[in-house]
């Protein structure tokens, strides 16, 4: 005779494989929103910017369900340990491919604000290099969070300072534009805001990734790194 508690088990873990699905499956939309919003940028796609800005209500709609099956499966399943771990941590991860997604967003929208103004290949080259880092850094935090790998969410948070290095570097060549020609200030305005939502996609990919490092170790990484500073200053 069949033993119900097989059927249970097997339902929870298929609800724990689900809510990995669709973490995954957001992260892929989201991948996609910065990939097509950078390209809206650099060739003026207003076709693509608005298509953009369109496809995040799915990305909204990805979260809101990945929120209510983690509540759910935390009140009727009651998770331990590691399990407990990956609704936790699947909330915090989802909430922050909601923020990428809005940054991914807010630059399409600023794209189409470069209509019939010419922006230099220097530009170009920068926000494209910059575009094509953070996208690395999602795919990374992500892939270390499916396979729970804590050292590939360390090269994750370790690689965010090439990030800020390059938002530095357009910032300061931005700034000489407009010092040079205000002229220039409105289309360097626009530049530095999508500069900036860039730099904070690296940000919420570092957060993915400390996600990562807790659901693999149950510790959380900022812990880790100031536990190992102080018994440096011991030694």
């Known amino acids: 005779m069949p033993n119900p508690n097989d059927h249970i088990v097997t339902s929870y873990e298929d609800e724990l494989t689900e809510l990995a699905r669709s973490i995954s499956e957001m992260g892929g939309l989201v991948e996609k929103a910065i990939s097509n919003a950078t390209e809206a940028l650099i060739r003026s796609d207003a076709e693509l910017a608005m298509?953009?800005?369109?496809?995040?209500?799915?990305?909204?709609?990805?979260?809101?369900?990945?929120?209510?099956?983690?509540?759910?499966?935390?009140?009727?399943?009651?998770?331990?340990?590691?399990?407990?771990?990956?609704?936790?941590?699947?909330?915090?991860?989802?909430?922050?491919?909601?923020?990428?997604?809005?940054?991914a967003k807010s630059t399409a929208r600023r794209s189409t604000q470069f209509e019939g103004i010419g922006m230099s290949v220097q530009f170009k080259n920068g926000l494209r290099h910059m575009g094509e880092l953070v996208q690395r850094q999602v795919k990374l935090a992500l892939d270390a969070f499916a396979a729970r790998d804590k050292d590939m969410a360390v090269d994750v948070v370790e690689r965010d300072t090439d990030v800020d290095a390059l938002y530095v570097s357009l910032f300061r060549e931005l700034l000489t534009y407009m010092m040079e020609d205000p002229r220039n200030i409105t289309m360097c305005t626009h530049l530095l805001f999508c500069g900036k939502n860039l730099e904070r996609v690296?940000?919420?990919?570092?957060?993915?990734?400390?996600?990562?490092?807790?659901?693999?170790?149950?510790?959380m990484l900022t812990a880790e790194a100031e536990d190992f500073t102080r018994e440096q200053i011991k030694g």
């Open 202 to 219: 690296g940000d919420h990919s570092t957060n993915i990734a400390e996600q990562a490092y807790f659901l693999a170790t149950g510790k």
């Open 51 to 103: 298509a953009t800005v369109a496809a995040d209500k799915k990305v909204d709609a990805m979260q809101a369900h990945i929120d209510e099956m983690a509540v759910s499966i935390i009140a009727r399943r009651q998770p331990m340990a590691q399990d407990l771990r990956l609704v936790i941590a699947s909330i915090h991860v989802a909430n922050d491919l909601e923020r990428i997604g809005d940054m």
